[in-house]
């Protein structure tokens, strides 16, 4: 019975794709603008699809070994589950291809039609801003849904056949391997066009922000697209996935509820395996209504309507979701129905919190609160003083989310032991659907605003395009605090599920392999950071020498009678960030496994503990201080302060330009680390139980 | 018997304070040089001696209450001893206020003798380097020498009179409160005054470093001492009590060493015990044996000489070391005279895997290797690039030595369980006499740097000058990475005696209030770092606005005509340091207790662990990328990249100024924070005791 409710989800996520290819024909059916602007436009397309070719070509590759390390070195009869009948591991290596191109799939469509709604919403901001609005908001609502109807429909399918969240998993870790390059693939590029731009353009020639003089102009708008729009789809899927397999792991392993007296029966275990994925459908139809709602409003402030759907959303899911658990108890007895109404708390719990953490980090980078403002004034007593006050306040932006992450961790833990955490996440994720939309939509509008200023728009236009921007970089800081919440709560629940799995009783940090574990675990993400900002730091500087190259030897190009060469400096940052990827990529897989057949399974725990917990730290930490140095800056170019040209600008400068990386590379690409090496965990467990029966081969 | 080796320690300690005391007069009978000197060395003098009456007298009401709470809120039935017989805890108490004392007498001898070095190094290095060399050096041991003598002569008489290693915590706590104190606030306090000094006199009006214009020189040379010599020695007098500690603890409680079959009987735990105490004595010897070898050496380059001494006493310590093992197995049987065999070894390689660490240190800090040569070349692309680079390699520096910690407690434990890893970390500090000689050696000559170039002596003088502060400037980077890793094996060792005090079988991370306490540890020490960041630059800025009214309001200053007023800045800078203490300190008390009573010890356990993890990343990344940042200038000031006043050496003055607080405040504060945390565990374990038997207030 409860497997048929499977088919909701599957339905939702059949929706959810319909609603995108309509959105998709909504966009594509508008005006794309004028002449310049479709050829600048067209550059960006040109551009990000070179990019995407190019890096999928090498996903492609990787995605073919493990997928034969999966079939071949993981055969079934290692993993704990008598399902496994045959040698080797045909289901979920082919799961694991399904997730890649699942996940590649989802993010080239948001893609192909952020690259198409940018021109179109700079010219519907000719007719006004809600027309402006909803285009770039639709643009921005077929990545969420893409993303989501895929992930939907994958999971509930795998699940259908093969009736083990084992499968599921494989699925999950396909999706985990594409991000991790997507995400930190798309942040390096990102950042060496927009940093190398910035620190030739700006600050050499005087050059203002999308002058299409510069020649890393171009670039920096493609990096908009392949770094928000596919990059933070493809880590938003991976998280919601994962969220979802963690739980069904759990269910399907769980002896017991912790805390509370039940017996957990084959009618309940089977209703709270398909519950994570039967609220994620819900949680699509929620978002979807969520959508409208806002489509058929009459015009309001973009901030207030992306924030509403937000709201909407959330207040629908809660109504719709408690119908459904209502109907999943019709099953059970008292006992189970108790348990699930638990559960459907913990769920809500993981919701709020979720949006309190996002308006935490909005607190810590919105110009007019006190941290952004201070780091502002901090610009006035030079560089080093804007930096030395972001670092702090970033790393003081840290303590609010631990609290409410410890606190979501404890209730729901309370209401339902470690599933009830594992199900805090998924409800944290169930609304991704919105969360998505409303990320992707900052890049549509940041792109239009480039867009309008280079098709001549004129100024009214492009006061309405900046106005749509400012909503995006509020609802983009929100979507990262948010992000980062759910990817800290499901890998939580995948360590949790991780423990299950390998049948281990404790991780104890008074075993010295164990401490040894949790010390390199911790130290993961600080190194992953550094090799990130390192990579963009030092692509930048490539970037910064071909900037000059053309300026000294076509001085053409900055009198504006020749076009710069964008396909070059695209090309630079296409290359590098691929090149900067392979040290990072190797750490995330082969570092848990290596814990854990020299260390033990354990270790392994103690280890993503561990990184959990440091990946927290620096991820809040390297995305707030970011995003707070960049609005410091901006609200100085408003004129606060002196305003632009001024020291204290160029101090602001060197404060957004150190927190580029941080916010759009390092920073955001920690969550999908964590995510991958969970996964990683998980996956070759049956491996790492070869030796010495996961006890390692080092024993103490 | 074993006890009667105490007398060992004893003595050792004895014959430390006396060559202190020693060469205090050898210093003192220097020529201090001309007028000039003498009334700069004065105004330093001075506002050191301002700045520790203030400190001092804020210390002792702090001290006072700690004193009560200790004696009336801990009582002796509490903690788990039968030791106890009496109602309240004065044994305790009295052991805390006497380390408190200790500690404070050590750090006013080391500063004394300090302020009192550096005009007569200055001097003398009229004469050469060797005889500039042996004031600074023989200044430097005075607080190498009451560091090692006050400490070993306290634990020795504690665990003489009172027989417990419990009563020896005490007093290691009050060192370690002191500690926290003086190098916090001493941390504050000189980047305040290096900070601002830079801010606005190179900044604005181009004045050279060290210039007696400048309102903040005065203050900036106080901060070297208060700083570097009291807060650097209160620092590793803390570890080094804290290691002794933390062995004896062990020694006295541990039911077996895992790993090795062995009964330990009464003779055997009677030797373990007073093991460490004995080994700390015999490398005092060996300090004080290399410390007159490098005296009676002929001249060689000071960086070489003062590497040797440290070469020196690591050879004579192993050589000793074994005699005295060898003499302490003689009681013993076969199977006892093995595991101290064993124990020898741990020993050994914790003080190799010291050294390592400092020479690692070394490397990432140094001009001639590729980090800081690469982050020099960084600056080159401007302000935000040099902060990216220095910023990335900082992190990267954290893989090395976690590698090396790793190998120690892997090899350590395997020797003698536990008890192994806690040898290893008084081995690390065995050597510690030399090891704060050489650091407060540093700041002696740089002091001796600033005093010669006020008092006009000549370029070949202070050229000599600038190469005793260049070997200072290596000695230091050394040190630190030493006090670093020398801390963080204390605290591990500290954390195994805390779950041995407590009882606890295990700190499992698979259950929820453990995590929860890991959580809140790997977070404080990033809040912990931000706060004492923000502390330096809120400080710093009243410093600014300070030195640019003294400007305004008497241009006779900028001229030299009239003296800027010293003591105003000397004011704000201790005022500040003070105010910002008070926040950290209640964090590094209470969080600890808070943890205990509401989620239990074990989580109490796994808090400790996350703290001790993490603040290890931080201490890392922020001492070395702190340290390379200055050298990469320095390295720009000696000429290259076009040397001093291009846009290179601004870009790379950023750097320094931004490192300052990272490297002489933050990073190395948090050793002592670790070192509190973990010691109030101890100390108030009696009381968690109390709350639901340790298992916390909130059951989950």
Partial sequence: MAVAFLLVSFLAGLISIG???????????????????????GYIEDGAKAYIKVQYMVLSIFVGALFLVILFLLPSPLAPSERYTVWFNWEQALAYIIG????????????????????????????????????????????????????????????????????????SF????????????????????????DLVGKAEYDLPEDDPRNPATIADNVGDNVGDIAGMGSDLFDSYVASIVAAMMLAASLALIINIDITIDSTLRATLVVAPVVLCGVGLIASLIGIFIIKYRKAEDPGKALNNGTYYATLIFAGIAALFTWILTLDLNSEGSLLLWRIYFAVLIGLASGIVMGFTSDYFTRDDKKPTRNIANA??????????????????????????????????????????????????????????????????????????????????????????DSAGNTAKAITKGFAIGAANLTVFALLFSFAEESGISMVDLLRIEVLIGAFVGVVVPALFSALLVLAVQRNAAKM???????????????TGEEPADFKKTIDIATKGSLRELILPSIISITVPIAIGMIFGVAALGAFLAGAILSGFVFAVFMSNSGGAWDNAKKWIEDGNLGGKGTDVHKASITGDTVGDPFKDTAGPSINTLLVVMSLTASIFMGLLLLFNHGAGLITF
Avoid: W
């Fill in 100 to 171: 890649s191109v699942g996940s590649m799939l989802a993010g080239y469509l948001g893609l192909y039609v952020g690259v198409k709604a940018n021109t179109r919403a700079a010219q519907a901001c000719t007719v006004g801003t809600k027309a402006g609005f909803n285009v770039a908001f639709f643009g921005g609502s077929v990545m969420g849904l893409a993303v989501v109807g895929v992930a939907l429909i994958g999971v509930s399918v795998l699940y259908f056949i093969f009736e083990t969240p084992l499968i599921v998993l494989g699925f």
């Fill in 19 to 41: 609603m995108a290819v309509y959105f998709r024909h909504l966009v594509l059916k508008e005006d794309p603008g004028n002449e310049k602007m479709v050829t600048v436009a």
């Fill in 174 to 197: 396909g999706a985990s391997s594409i991000a991790l390059f997507m995400k930190c693939g798309g942040g390096i590029f990102t950042k060496t066009a927009d940093v190398g731009a």
């Fill in 544 to 558: 910064v020498d071909e900037i000059r190259r053309q300026f000294e030897e076509n001085p053409k190009i900055l």
């Fill in 379 to 468: 610009a006035k007593e030079g560089h080093a003083v804007v930096i030395l006050s972001g670092f702090s306040y970033g790393l003081l932006s840290v303590v609010p989310p631990t609290l409410g992450i410890i606190l979501a961790m404890a209730v729901s833990y309370l209401l339902a032991g470690v599933f009830g955490v594992a199900m805090a996440a998924v409800g944290m994720l169930a609304i991704v659907g919105t969360i998505v939309s409303n990320d992707a939509y900052g890049p549509i509008v940041d792109n239009a605003r480039a867009i309008a200023e280079q098709g001549e728009l004129g100024d009214d236009v492009i006061r309405t395009a900046d106005h749509l």
